[in-house]
């Protein structure tokens, strides 16, 4: 961590930021961390009305502007790396990392993922796990490695699936319980308590099994 021992943490949106908004929540009540920056891909993302009225410094970066996603990414962390994060942080950030990104920060990149990896990689989460006829359902936070939607668990968050839910009930059921897991790992990360190891994700010394600490609402 910096001198100060608090987390540096720079946030990757692409959308509304509802997670961002429940870090932003969390760390008013908890100093081991602050977010010094909010990088979107998209200029119109609300996320960075968010993060401009918690007074957070905000940054747009136009994939669209760039040739290829390597020249794209590299610009990113040059942005990144202007605020020295100790944590970069992907909520709702719908774009593909190169293995170049995901290296620089290796062991300190988390994303949140709606589905209870490793089940339902990638997009269309809830519509897939009603299909497939899944009992449970829920949310993934993990360390960031170069495979999609791969890295080891930090916590998951589980909740049932009804014969009446549809997926966008499922979406906002999942919601809520992202809000309350995303804030915890980072929480955890910050006070120096969790961190990535060769055997995995590791929690007050221990090795985590593969589907992570399971959080109970």
Request: glycine residues 6%; proline residues 4%; contains cysteine.
């Amino acid at each position: 961590m910096s001198d100060s021992k608090t987390c540096n943490i720079v946030v990757l949106i692409s959308g509304s930021g509802s997670n961002l908004q429940a870090i932003i929540d969390d760390l008013v009540n908890h100093p081991s961390a602050r977010i010094s920056a909010v990088v979107s891909n998209r200029a119109d993302a609300y996320g960075l009305q968010r993060a401009q009225q918690a007074g957070i410094a905000t940054h747009v970066l136009n994939h669209k502007d760039f040739a290829d996603r390597l020249a794209f990414d590299t610009a990113l962390i040059q942005v990144i790396d202007q605020h020295q994060p100790n944590l970069v942080v992907l909520a709702g950030f719908m774009r593909i990392l190169t293995p170049e990104f995901t290296r620089h920060y290796a062991q300190r990149l988390l994303n949140i993922h709606p589905s209870l990896l490793p089940k339902h990689k990638g997009l269309n989460t809830h519509q897939r796990a009603i299909d497939a006829g899944d009992s449970e359902h829920g949310c993934s936070v993990h360390f960031v490695t170069e495979e999609l939607d791969g890295g080891p668990v930090v916590i998951q968050a589980v909740l049932p699936i009804t014969a009446d839910d549809n997926a966008e009930q499922l979406a906002q059921k999942v919601h809520t319980l992202e809000h309350q897991i995303y804030p915890l790992a980072i929480r955890w990360f910050a006070e120096e308590r969790l961190h990535l190891s060769p055997q995995g994700a590791v929690l007050d010394g221990q090795v985590l099994a593969s589907s992570g600490f399971q959080f109970n609402s």
